[in-house]
């Protein structure tokens, strides 16, 4: 019964921003780790950026200075703040969490970044 429900993405040109959220609901979203990944066309999916349990985070490098992961464990939410995107950042993004040692994803949301 685990869901992850992606919103917010869109269309924007480089340099704006985008706030992406993820609604959870199934599991005590509290204790688990919640993260992002990406997938650009012909492109392998990629962590854009995880939040554990206990709040620490990490990026990766292409993004790191530009993104922002939070969560709110009252809302069951993990948002990712998107600012100075680029081209580069085009791809559908997807919600994940691991639990019970199953991976689940959420249905995506894709993201362009075009003048």
């Known amino acids: 019964q685990v869901q992850l429900v992606e919103s917010g993405g869109g269309l924007a040109q480089p340099g704006g921003s985008l706030t992406l959220s993820c609604a959870a609901s199934?599991?005590?979203?509290?204790?688990?780790?919640m993260a992002w990944y990406r997938q650009a066309p012909g492109k392998q999916r990629e962590l854009v950026a995880r939040?554990?349990?206990?709040?620490?985070?990490n990026y990766a490098d292409s993004v790191k200075g530009r993104f922002t992961i939070s969560r709110d464990n009252a809302r069951n939410t993990v948002d990712l703040q998107m600012n100075n995107l680029e081209p580069e950042d085009t791809a559908v993004y997807y919600c994940?969490?691991?639990?019970?040692?199953?991976?689940?994803w959420g249905q995506g949301t894709q993201v362009t970044v075009s003048a």
């Open positions: 994940n969490t691991i639990r019970r040692g199953m991976n689940y």
């Open positions: 199934g599991f005590i979203f509290r204790l688990y780790a």
């Open positions: 939040i554990g349990s206990e709040g620490f985070t």
